[in-house]
């Protein structure tokens, strides 16, 4: 494999390719409302329309958000797991659309494989060796073929 065939492997915010995070601190404007990072939305959305999706979107950081998402004391939305998928697939792109440098970034990444390294999320990331889903890997490279096509 020649190092335009290497995966970008992607997790932390700080390393080469962390714009890819959904901690990386883009901010965006998404209905009606400002949000500091993906997360802080993606996280909030479990709690849509109740004060806890408020309290989601100001914590102090995407970290914090995520802690707050997984809290099960705040009564998660009935249909997450159905529309969970989507909503990150409309937030990611929403965060690309509002920040045009990075789209950039991401376009020259070319074709090679996105991966969400972690071995903390077999869902959303590769599990750390692997097996797991790389769904928000899935998604950039779907994005990042529709901007290609966009041009």
Do not use: C
Request: charged residues 30%.
């Amino acid at each position: 494999m020649t190092n335009g065939d290497e995966p970008v492997m992607f997790y932390r915010v700080g390393d080469p390719y962390d714009f890819l995070s959904n901690f990386s601190e883009y901010a965006l404007h998404l209905d009606g409302k400002h949000w500091p990072t993906v997360e802080h939305y993606y996280q909030a959305q479990k709690f849509l329309g109740t004060p806890d999706e408020d309290e989601v979107r100001q914590a102090e950081s995407a970290l914090q958000a995520a802690i707050m998402g997984r809290e099960r004391t705040r009564p998660l939305r009935a249909d997450w797991d159905q529309v969970r998928d989507s909503i990150m697939e409309r937030v990611v792109a929403e965060k690309f659309r509002q920040h045009p440098d990075i789209a950039q970034k991401l376009r020259d990444t070319g074709t090679r494989r996105l991966v969400k390294h972690t071995k903390g999320d077999a869902y959303w990331g590769d599990g750390g060796d692997g097996s797991g889903q790389n769904r928000l890997g899935e998604i950039l490279m779907r994005l990042r073929d529709r901007l290609n096509a966009e041009g």
